[in-house]
């Protein structure tokens, strides 16, 4: 017998009393019933609780912000989707773009100074950003590698709670969950900012 | 295939691995309780821990009913393993990903070393995994010639100590910053002689140690948080982004996980995602979570392998009052908040399961009669802290106490003499089956007033008795017993006591 038609026997076996399968109560909030004003303020706070820097700004202005925060920046890579005017105040930087059909060798990545992406929807309760990997957030490893992640979230995209941000993606995607720069508390349970991932995390909310 | 089962029922077939007690848990905490450095340690982080979960578990006032879903999704998952497992197969498989099974520890270690070889490397990264701790996948890969590197901080100081894991979120919890700086500048090449033991500035160390390994890695292991049967989706929550490396820069990925860790689908996320941070590191979300379903193309590992591990789960599952052991979602809430725990460490329960969750767990999983697990299960005063720390609402308690009668079942009628504690039960229980002989035992207090002396203290029991008196004192028995007291005292007033029931039953 196949190890797989073993496993599956025994665990036949096991289930000879044949337990129920209980209806799952789902009596837990679904959505947090917030408007806008408040979900980016929830945000802000809880990004700032991670050590995240956050700034809300006007659309119009983003060029501008993003500009500011790469300041000392030589070299930033983006997702090939990423909106083109998002860098016009980043003229004099050297600016990689990145495609699954062209990526960027890991090293490549490891030599620029940063990296732009947007993001599919933020969890306000939990400061929770989802990337997607959709054109306009790029492969996995772009936002992983460069040790400066500048991410733009539209107000529109953030979600109270966790259960209301799910129901808006698709499973499927290469996800990553994003709160706040990398850290650790494995050193007596005390939470250190900065370890493997990005070190710096900025977080711009446009409305 | 239909899920009802058919055939001849057979035995349940236990696991082998890193699941066992070497020595009885009383023997071994005897001895990590002599570390006062360990209990200072244990102490200062365990308490960290409570106060930061409390503090964020307070804030969501859906609590008790995500806890309700989480328990309801992981009954379910258990009584529907069969076709779930089968459901999620399919998905996997046609995503792009392998899928191989593992009966046992050595299959599994089998299957990981042949598929590195199959690349041709000698090297891979790893994200801590508590499937990959119980096989001792490290140590076989070691012997087949296959360097695994520890990724996660606690992990990697554990490893390079050449130390085994105490707890299982954060493996180096018995060790304080002062020890793992001496541990870096001792074990790490190039380590700054000028190391400070500064918590951030020791990540730093870390970083610097590890960056070209996650740069130039082409094979990873992995464990996972969890699958989701209706995609074929696996999640690994994690914090430093050492996942994140192992996860998307190699060419090929090896997960192993334990059948139990199935969700039916994306809906049950969302349940799970709010249950485990806040139990775990007691944080409102985990800094990174990956998801994967499969192979995306250009994106990640394009050479996806998953190894599903049974390993003494089946007959965890075969056990109807000790099954809901695998609804664990190793947060280790439950070892947080362990008067036991606290004090002894992970190192005296000898698996790689620690803790109250362990001390079910470890015996379930390799049978009770396995080397000392049957130790385990005692390893607790029932206070039921775990209990209420769970976020699946595994009833600990209740297990261990089903565990300690099969224990007390397996080993009757295999002892030629009874113990002391069957002679001690068999007289309790004359005794105290009828009031005459109960009487006639306690004439015997004076003689316990003799033994107490002018002290008034027994400080000394003989034989197993003895554990209770060997950090207390039992004060001197008094002259008369209640009973015969009571007797003495009511004679005299029989008829005014009965006047008083009548009046309380017509009332």
């Given amino acids: 017998m196949s190890a797989r038609d073993d496993i599956l026997a025994r665990i036949r076996s096991a289930l000879q ?4 399968a209980p209806e799952i109560p789902r009596g837990y909030r679904q959505d947090s019933g917030l408007g806008e004003d408040e979900l980016v303020e929830l945000l802000v706070d809880r990004l700032i609780d991670y050590k995240a820097q956050v700034v809300v700004v006007p659309e119009a202005e983003l060029p501008a912000t993003l500009a500011g925060l790469l300041a000392g920046a030589s070299s930033v890579v983006v997702p090939e989707g990423l909106d083109g005017g998002w860098l016009a105040g980043f003229d004099d930087g050297d600016v990689r773009v990145d495609s699954a059909a062209a990526p960027l060798a890991v090293t490549e990545l490891d030599a620029v100074d940063a990296v732009v992406t947007a993001s599919a929807v933020a969890v306000a309760e939990t400061g929770t950003i989802i990337l997607d990997g ?7 490893a772009i936002s992983l590698v460069p040790d400066h992640h500048l991410c733009v979230v539209r107000a529109a995209d953030i979600a109270g709670i966790l259960p209301e941000a799910l129901r808006r993606i698709e499973g499927t995607r290469p996800l990553t969950m994003i709160s706040g720069p990398s850290a650790t508390s494995d050193i007596e349970l005390e939470r250190v900012e900065g370890v493997h991932g990005p070190r710096r995390l900025d977080v711009v909310i446009t409305r | 295939m239909s899920s009802t089962f058919l055939g001849m029922p057979s035995l349940p077939v236990f696991g082998s691995g890193n699941l066992h007690a070497a020595e009885s848990f009383p023997k071994a905490a005897h001895r990590e309780l002599g570390n006062a450095q360990l209990r200072a340690n244990l ?3 365990t308490h960290t821990i409570r106060d930061k979960r409390l503090k964020v578990v307070s804030e969501l006032p859906d609590w008790e009913q995500l806890r309700d879903a989480g328990s309801a999704i992981k009954q379910s998952v258990m009584a529907r393993l069969p076709e779930l497992l089968e459901e999620f197969e399919a ?7 392998v899928i191989h099974w ?11 070393a042949g598929l590195v070889r199959a690349t041709g490397e000698t090297e891979v990264v790893k994200v801590k995994s508590m499937a990959t701790q119980e096989i001792g996948l490290n140590e076989y890969l070691e012997e087949q010639g296959i360097a695994a590197f520890e990724t996660d901080l606690a992990e990697l100081i554990v490893q390079l100590d050449h130390d085994k894991p105490s707890h299982i979120l954060v493996p180096a919890i018995h060790k304080n910053r002062t020890e793992i700086r001496d541990i870096f500048l001792r074990e790490m090449p190039g380590a700054d002689p000028e190391l400070t033991d500064t918590p951030a500035v020791l990540a730093m160390a870390a970083r610097a140690h590890l960056r070209r390994k996650f740069l130039t890695a082409k094979v990873a292991v992995s464990g996972a948080n969890f699958a989701l049967a209706d995609s074929g989706t696996l999640a690994v929550v994690e914090s430093e982004g050492n996942g994140r490396m192992c996860l998307t820069l190699p060419e090929t990925l090896i997960t192993v996980m334990g059948v139990e860790k199935l969700l039916p689908g994306w809906q049950d996320l969302e349940v799970f995602m709010q249950l485990l941070p806040r139990s775990s590191t007691g944080e409102r979300m985990n800094p990174y979570t990956s998801l994967w379903t499969g192979v995306t193309e250009g994106d990640g590992p394009q050479n996806v392998h998953l190894v599903l591990l049974d390993n003494g789960r089946s007959a965890a599952l075969a056990d109807e009052m000790g099954r809901s052991a695998l609804h664990c979602i190793r947060c280790s809430a439950c070892m947080n908040v362990c008067p036991v725990y606290e004090r002894t460490g992970g190192h005296a329960y000898g698996s790689t399961y620690p803790g109250p969750i362990g001390a079910i767990l470890s015996p379930l999983l390799t049978g009770i009669e396995s080397e000392e697990n049957s130790s385990l299960p005692y390893a607790s005063s029932l206070c039921g802290a775990c209990y209420d720390a769970c976020p699946v609402k595994i009833n600990i308690p209740d297990i261990l106490v089903h565990l300690r009668s099969v224990d007390v079942d397996s080993k009757r009628g295999k002892k030629k003499l009874p113990s002391q504690m069957d002679v001690g039960m068999k007289a309790a229980s004359w005794a105290l089956s009828s009031g005459k002989r109960l009487g006639l035992v306690e004439k015997g207090l004076p003689l316990g007033r003799l033994a107490a002396g002018p002290d008034k203290k027994i400080t000394k029991l003989p034989g197993i008795a003895g554990g209770w008196t060997q950090s207390r004192d039992i004060p001197a028995p008094p002259s008369e017993s209640f009973r015969s007291w009571w007797a003495t005292e009511h004679k005299a007033t029989e008829h005014k ?11």
């Fill in chain 1, 134 to 140: 959709s054109p306009n957030q790029g492969r996995r």
């Fill in chain 2, 43 to 45: 102490g200062h982080a």
């Fill in chain 2, 91 to 97: 998905n996997f498989t046609g995503g792009g990903g």
């Fill in chain 2, 102 to 112: 593992a009966r046992d520890a050595a299959e599994a270690n089998e299957i990981v």
């Fill in chain 1, 17 to 20: 009393d044949t337990p129920e």
């Fill in chain 2, 497 to 507: 006591t009965d006047t008083h029931k009548t009046e309380g039953e017509q009332a």
